[in-house]
């Protein structure tokens, strides 16, 4: 059990927060599978090639990440007052969320289960 008084926990907890600025994209309607391809793609990168990267992607996860990291840089911009122009993608990751399950009727009277999957991506600036 915690010791100390009910302030004194929470600021202690407020104290070990991140200070980096982030955006995070909750049941995003892309496989962690897919939209892993586009963050292995940016992670370290700067935040222009990153968004060029982003930007070029054909893929759907792209579209939805480049929002998010737009996002991002403007939470970097306004809520920390950092300089746009020395930030960084120092993480960025995509976590299981749930999955919608549906059925498709196939021969002799089979269901078959088709999955639609969900997922949570984030993504973590930094100034370098």
Do not use: W
Request: charged share 30%.
């Amino acid at each position: 059990m915690a010791k100390g008084h009910r302030s004194q926990i929470k600021r202690e907890r407020n104290a070990q927060k991140d200070t980096r600025p982030s955006a995070k994209l909750s049941y995003a309607r892309v496989s962690v599978q897919k939209a892993c391809f586009v963050l292995d793609a940016i992670r370290g990168k700067d935040i222009q090639t990153a968004l060029g990267i982003v930007i070029y992607n054909p893929r759907y996860a792209s579209s939805l990440i480049e929002k998010l990291l737009k996002s991002a840089i403007a939470n970097a911009e306004n809520n920390n007052g950092m300089d746009p122009a020395k930030l960084y993608v120092e993480e960025c990751f995509a976590d299981k969320g749930p999955t919608m399950k549906r059925v498709k009727p196939r021969a002799q009277g089979r269901a078959y289960r088709i999955e639609k999957r969900m997922s949570h991506i984030t993504i973590v600036l930094n100034e370098r």
